[in-house]
């Protein structure tokens, strides 16, 4: 017996904003190894046959590829509601290699977006954007040096009547603790952002998914399943 096929096709899914969003970053997290290891491999080469490639490729990359990349983030972030910009913002700024590995670029990039916040009224880019250069040191330090940078951070944030970054900065040294394995200090810094969060209100606090995932994984270490489920 012979089965008609059907004429009419299946829809071809679209890809979502999030997902075109995670190929840009693993896009420009590879272009960004393959130029440090060109950089290395142009060191071997230099007396041989100069830095000519090396020089030719890190000029194309600069002047084409990068810059298209963050304009199409930047693009992103004008689109974005308040709460999906911060999203973006520390998602952005935690996982794109060429921001976390080349600082002046980072900043440029900040100073964009502080300007789009300034544009739009938004304040609470404008907070984030000052809290994501305040802490930008963290790529370059120990865990313990961070720690001990977002604590001061959440001080002065305190200090400035920000209690929403000020709880920010806690999580974020309790989290630091914790990959440190100074657990007595991680939880009293994550119980008392997880309060602050409580008092502000979740549904205030953007990423406040990802800071009560950590919280429960962290109890999950220690097999406290009761509290796992408390968060």
Known sequence: MVVARSTT???????????VFILEQQLMNTLFRATLAAGNNSVCLSQQRGNRRFGLFCLFYLLTIHPALADSFLARMEQATPARRVVLLLNYFDTCQAVTQHQPYAFRLLDHLRELGQQTHDEQLLRYVG??????????????????????????????????IAAVCQHFAGQYYFLNEEY???????????KAFRRIGYDRVPEISRY???????????????KVIGC
Do not use: C, I, W
Request: glycine fraction near 2%.
């Open 131 to 164: 809290f994501t250069r305040d802490t930008f040191a963290k790529h370059q330090q120990t865990n313990v040096q961070n720690a001990s940078l977002f604590l001061a951070v959440s001080q002065r944030a305190a200090e400035a009547n920000d209690p929403q």
């Open 212 to 226: 009560l995932y950590e919280l429960a994984f962290n109890y999950y270490h220690f097999r406290d399943y009761k």
């Open 9 to 19: 096709s299946s829809p071809v899914p679209q890809p979502t904003d999030e997902m």
């Open 184 to 194: 007595g200090k991680a939880f009293e810094q994550l119980l008392a952002a997880n």
